[in-house]
């Protein structure tokens, strides 16, 4: 089974931009979650999705922003991009159950914010 | 005070040696608890999930869980220079966080040949 795809692997990017990541998960995996990870602040959720619906929310401000398709992939933009949110953006897939929310990453899309 | 903590090392042993990863976390209500490594570079991969009081063992690793402690850890026997990289400890925190995994900052293993 193929595993979790992110795209594009590397971007960059200037202050002001913005930028959309895309995420598909594991085939039959319903729920993807969304990943910031930077070595001052380590690995810190953003959102997570389950058939097109965003069932929670981290504490990033609201440039921070996402979606799920019918077929379960998803994006994330970031709009007014700042310096700092420079980062591997990871997602990851699940099969939502009682407790066993095992989550896979993908390879994670590096973004630098010039 | 941080919902999962773990020491950031770094942790060095000798190669062939057991290695022992500890995580402690805030909630007494978290459910599961997952151990991923990650290489320099590479996103985290999974190694082990837990979910009741007690060992699991999978190959050379095993989890331990012991919720009145609140505490997580991981064990690899028979340590491998391969085996050198970061190890996240991550927790389903509290109910009704679907989705949502808290990390702690990572240890550094080293294994030396």
């Known amino acids: 089974k193929a595993g979790v795809t992110q795209t594009p692997r590397y971007l960059i990017k200037t202050r002001g931009q913005q930028v959309t990541l895309s995420c598909s998960p594991i085939?039959?995996?319903?729920?993807v979650s969304w990943y910031q990870q930077t070595p001052g602040q380590g690995l810190q959720f953003l959102f997570e999705?389950?058939?097109?619906?965003?069932?929670n929310k981290g504490n990033f401000p609201g440039r921070f922003s996402g979606r799920q398709f019918s077929n379960s992939r998803s994006e994330m933009n970031v709009s007014t991009l700042e310096l700092g949110d420079s980062a591997l953006y990871l997602c990851a897939s699940s099969t939502p159950g009682h407790g066993t929310d095992t989550q896979y990453f993908g390879p994670g899309t590096r973004l630098t914010v010039l | 005070q941080k919902e999962v903590e773990q020491n950031s090392g770094p942790l060095s042993v000798p190669e062939g040696a057991i290695a022992s990863l500890n995580c402690t976390y805030s909630d007494r209500g978290s459910q599961s608890f997952f151990w991923y490594r990650q290489y320099s570079g590479k996103s985290p991969e999974l190694i082990m999930s837990i979910y009741s009081n007690g060992d699991k063992e999978d190959g050379r690793f095993t989890a331990q869980l012991n919720k009145a402690s609140q505490y997580v850890s991981l064990l690899i026997r028979d340590s491998q220079p391969s085996d050198s990289a970061t190890y996240l400890c991550a927790g389903t925190i509290g109910s009704g966080n679907t989705g949502k995994l808290i990390f702690g900052q990572g240890t550094t293993l080293q294994v030396k040949p």
């Open positions: 085939s039959g995996h319903r729920s």
């Open positions: 999705y389950f058939s097109e619906t965003q069932r």
